[in-house]
């Protein structure tokens, strides 16, 4: 998925999950076709997963 769409699933900006790649924090992201930055759904996801565990601690 493109960082928009892994923005929507992540209830947060596109700017904010680019800004996440920049310093390590987000999900796993990869480049398709040079410059196009993509995220596996199973990333974000466990992302959230990582997330709630956390939050639950």
Do not use: C, I, N, Q
Request: proline share 4%.
């Amino acid at each position: 998925m493109a960082t928009a769409e892994a923005g929507e699933l992540l209830r947060v900006p596109a700017e904010t999950v680019r800004y996440w790649r920049y310093v390590g924090k987000g999900p796993k992201s990869f480049r398709a076709g040079g410059r196009r930055v993509l995220y596996a759904r199973e990333d974000v996801e466990a992302l959230v997963v990582t997330a709630r565990a956390e939050g639950a601690a």
